[in-house]
C-alpha cells in the first residue's frame, strides 16, 4: 500500500472557531518535482525538505504544529500515526535508499555587473518562469528581455536606473507566491540601478 495519505484523504487543514472558509494550500503553478512522483512521498518528505519546498508552498514553523503555514500543521505533526508508521523505525530502513538528493545550489549573486543574458535571466526563468513564462500570470513573461522590460497588465515593472520605483523590486520585498532570496533581490535591483542592460 502506497503510504501517500492524500490518495483516499484531504490533506487535513486545522480551522478555527472563527474561520469561516478553510483554505487547504496546493501547488497552483510550475511543475511538480521529481520527488513528488514517488508512490511513498508523503512519508520521506521529512527526511528530504530543502530550500526547493518553498518554491510552491509556505514552509514557516517546518514540522512544528503552529498552523502558521502548510508545513507547520498540528493535523499532521501533532498526531500519532498508528497504522501509517511514518516513523517505524523498519519502514525508515526500506525507504532510505527513496530518500531524493537536493540539488546543488547554484548562485547567480556572485556577478560583479550583472546583466539579462549574463544571469539575470537565468535567475528569473528558475525563479518565477513556471507563472510568469509562457503562461505569462498578469499578463508578465519574465523570460525574455524583452517581454520583461514590456511588462504586464499592471504596466512596467522594471523602471531602469530605478529599483526603489520599479514594481517588480516592490513586489519582491513583500510576501509573493515566490519570493527571491536576499541576495538574489540585492542583484536584481543592482541590475536595475546599473541601467537593466541586457547584455
Not at 501547488?27 to 519546498?53: A, K, R
Not at 527513496?98 to 540539488?103: E, F, G, K, L, R
Request: with cysteine; aromatic share 6%.
Amino acid at each position: 500500500m502506497r503510504l501517500e495519505c492524500n490518495l483516499c484523504h484531504s490533506i487535513p487543514i486545522v480551522s478555527g472557531s472563527k474561520d469561516l472558509v478553510t483554505r487547504i494550500e496546493i501547488n497552483s503553478g510550475g511543475v511538480e518535482p521529481d520527488s513528488h512522483l514517488n508512490p511513498n512521498w508523503i512519508s520521506l518528505h521529512n527526511e528530504s525538505m530543502d530550500q526547493t519546498c518553498a518554491q510552491c508552498h509556505t514552509t514557516e514553523g517546518a514540522g512544528g504544529t503552529s498552523n502558521t503555514s502548510f508545513c507547520s500543521n498540528s493535523a499532521c505533526h501533532g498526531s500519532v500515526f498508528t497504522f501509517a508508521g511514518f516513523d517505524a523505525p523498519a519502514l525508515r530502513e526500506i525507504l532510505k535508499d527513496q530518500i531524493p538528493t537536493p540539488p546543488p545550489a547554484e548562485s547567480a549573486v556572485s556577478s560583479a555587473s550583472p546583466s539579462y543574458d549574463a544571469n539575470i535571466g537565468a535567475l528569473f526563468a528558475a525563479k518565477c518562469g513556471a507563472c510568469h513564462g509562457a503562461a505569462a500570470s498578469g499578463g508578465l513573461n519574465v523570460t525574455t528581455y524583452a517581454d520583461l522590460m514590456k511588462g504586464g497588465k499592471d504596466g512596467v515593472v522594471i523602471v531602469a536606473k530605478d529599483s526603489a520605483g520599479s514594481l517588480l523590486v516592490k513586489i519582491q520585498s513583500e510576501k509573493h507566491y515566490l519570493n527571491f532570496s536576499a541576495e538574489e533581490l540585492e542583484l536584481v535591483s543592482r541590475w536595475i540601478d546599473a541601467g537593466a542592460p541586457e547584455k
